[in-house]
């Protein structure tokens, strides 16, 4: 799952709109945002298998980032944050669901590399080995939000161009993505450090579409 986790932050957009775009797209991959700091570092691991179907990623040491109870412990520290951020409650818990929703949506695709904590063996519904369905699965979550997501803006008067710019924008980074996927001699910085960037890109073309005088709605 990729631009398939923005479907949250849109969806989380639309319905608590008191936190900006670029914090609910932020929080929607911080998961993976704390993965490709750990990856470079040799704190989890990762390596490549050319022969897997969807994602060359053999992600098969993530306890950090990726177990059940540490998503849980990085969705209260986005609650946390965005309180310290002054969000109102409502906005705040919907940055910590949007949190979670990364390692929801993880759990669909990935095949079994996310750990439960209260039970031995890994989790993971696999659906990156039927990779038509995977990628209609993240291009339709994004096409539904994205759908209510510029309705609502519209209702406000605000124009629904920059909804379909940035939706166009994850579709054509997903296209992109798709056929440059990490070298099979790639080392933990070169695919770690890609991920860094693009999450951080896609952050700021977030802040980019919800800019504008009516930007924070009531
Ligand atoms: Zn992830």
């Known amino acids: 799952m990729f631009v398939g986790h923005y479907a949250a932050a849109i ?18 991959q911080a998961l993976d945002l704390g993965w490709g700091a750990l990856v470079p570092l040799g704190v ?5 298998d050319p022969g897997l179907q969807g994602s060359t990623l053999d992600l098969y040491f993530m306890p950090f980032t ?4 540490a998503a849980l412990i990085w969705s209260a520290a986005g609650v946390g944050l965005a309180r310290a951020a002054r969000l109102p409650w409502s ?14 949506l993880d759990l669909l695709v990935h095949r079994p590399d996310l750990e439960l904590g209260f039970a031995p063996g890994k989790a993971g519904l696999g659906l990156w080995n039927l990779p038509v369905v995977e990628m209609t699965l ?13 309705a609502r803006r519209t209702r406000h008067a605000r124009s629904a161009w920059p909804a379909a710019a ?18 099979p001699s790639a080392t933990p910085l070169e695919i770690g450090l890609p991920a860094l ?10 802040w980019l579409a919800d800019r504008g005088p009516k930007a924070v709605e009531a």
């Open 11 to 28: 969806a989380a957009k639309t319905a608590a709109p008191r936190a900006p775009l670029w914090s609910y797209a932020l929080a929607c």
């Open 44 to 48: 989890e691991k990762v390596r490549i």
């Open 66 to 69: 990726h177990s059940l109870p």
């Open 91 to 104: 906005a705040s818990l919907m940055l910590g669901a949007v949190v979670f929703s990364h390692w929801g």
């Open 138 to 150: 993240e291009i339709g979550l994004l096409a539904v939000t994205g759908a209510l997501w510029a």
């Open 166 to 183: 940035f939706l166009a924008f994850l579709v054509a980074l997903q296209i992109v993505v798709q056929f440059v996927g990490p070298a």
């Open 197 to 206: 960037v693009v999450y951080l890109i896609v952050g700021f073309m977030a």
